[in-house]
């Protein structure tokens, strides 16, 4: 397949970024997305030129790393996957593709494609956790009943690798998704009780904190998520905070 | 946290954009009913309407429920200008391309523009006849504001603007149909009220509530005009 890439380059968070285009030939179509990248920056590296520097690590679609904005899609047009799990197959020869670095304030572009997404540890830092002491004897897990339809939701809000898809997606760079995912896995179950309030209302300051935008319920954010994350955890989380906020702290 | 935590926090604002724009549905389907009654011809229809437009003046739990609506409409475009500029500065640098389509729906996707639409659709529809009824010099008959006469003649063949008033109103009902086949099931999910078994039938009654109504409000001027044609 011969490509023809307009790439997204920054020399750092302060420069201003510019499109720079360059033809790949000779990509097979069951190359990964990363590895047609890995073969561009082959290409530059051996022209003397500077490598497109982009985030990756596991490549098996459970790190969350690989963030690209792909022919306007967070992770290209495929549904359910990273960008590492996306193939050139996916393409058709002669294609031109468009490659873009997350925007969002609250994601600085570090260098070209690497974007900065420590405001996501931030927001789980702020709350994202159970207070259990590990030190004695641990409790069996399965010592505390949880009814399985119970333990599947949250188990499915659990899946959320912290990508940033969401908010690359949403029109308003909402992490309404991402902040719900992680409020819902402890909400659903019994050992998040507790903090069940606290959590939430810590969680969202933090998200207001770090400048995200606002759900406006476009949905996106669930259409382009690579782990399928569900709105319903959206909703949960307004109720949640909601109650929260009524009964005070 | 503060104590005014809630009142800060952008879902805060998200719970009053929700309240609002629910609460001015259920104004619109009062109005509707009211307006409906423009299809009733002759003499019967016009002391019906004027009947109708003196009760919505005058009677006290209609005035504290107009006030209301007031403040929800006015509430409504404040708060969805506080939010959509913060949604702004949330992305300082756009994306090259964006295929919003691909994984949004279109009136999602343009709640400002739609609302913008309505906004002003709405100042020249209340100086119409809000302000002409509230305020300005009303024809009488039977002893009540003869509202009936003054709607009938701004939809007619007779008025020069008639035909641009008809099309204009439609096109607005156009606008307002995309912004509550959003806004009605999105003020729901919102307030956090989604369930498995309900959220289809929100969703149903959203998309029935959102083309019909605009529909039903469309239809009172194109007929007005074509009867008096």
Known sequence: MDLTLNVWRQNGPEDKGRMETHPVSGVSPDMSFLEMIDMLNDQIIRDGGDPVAFDHDCREGICGMCSMFINGEAHGPGRGVTTCQLHMRSFKDGDSITIEPWRASAFPVVKDLAVDRSAFDRIIQSGGYVSVNTSGETLDANAIPVPKPQADEAFSAATCIGCGACVASCKNASAMLFVSAKVSQFALLPQGQPERASRVKRMVEQMDEEGFGNCTNTGACAVECPKGIDLSNIARMNRDFLKASAEGE | ?229
């Open chain 2, 1 to 229: 946290m503060s104590n005014n935590g809630l009142l800060k926090s952008s879902l805060a604002k998200k719970y009053l954009m929700a309240l609002t724009g629910l609460f001015l549905c259920t104004f619109l389907l009062g109005h509707l009913a009211g307006n409906l009654q423009l299809f009733i011809s002759g003499g019967e229809g016009q002391q019906a309407f004027n009947e109708y437009a003196e009760f919505m003046t005058t009677f006290p739990l209609v005035k504290i429920l107009s006030y209301l609506t007031y403040a929800s409409v006015l509430f409504h475009i404040v708060d969805g200008i506080v939010l959509t500029m913060r949604n702004r500065k949330s992305r300082p640098v756009g994306y090259v391309k964006e295929k919003g389509s691909a994984n949004a729906s279109w009136s999602s996707r343009n709640m400002g523009i739609l609302g913008t639409i309505i906004a002003v659709f709405l100042v020249s529809h209340m100086q119409t006849f809000w302000y002409k009824m509230h305020f300005g010099a009303m024809p009488m008959h039977e002893g009540l504001k003869d509202l009936h006469t003054v709607v009938l003649a701004f939809f007619s063949p007779e008025n020069s603007l008639g035909l641009i008033a008809v099309v204009g109103y439609v096109l607005a009902q156009l606008a307002l149909s995309f912004h509550l086949v959003h806004g009605f099931q999105s003020g729901f999910q919102s307030l956090g009220l989604r369930h498995p078994k309900y959220t289809p039938v929100i969703e149903k009654t959203g998309y029935l509530f959102g083309i019909g109504v605009p529909l039903l409000f469309a239809s009172i001027p194109v007929f007005l005009y074509i009867t008096q044609l």
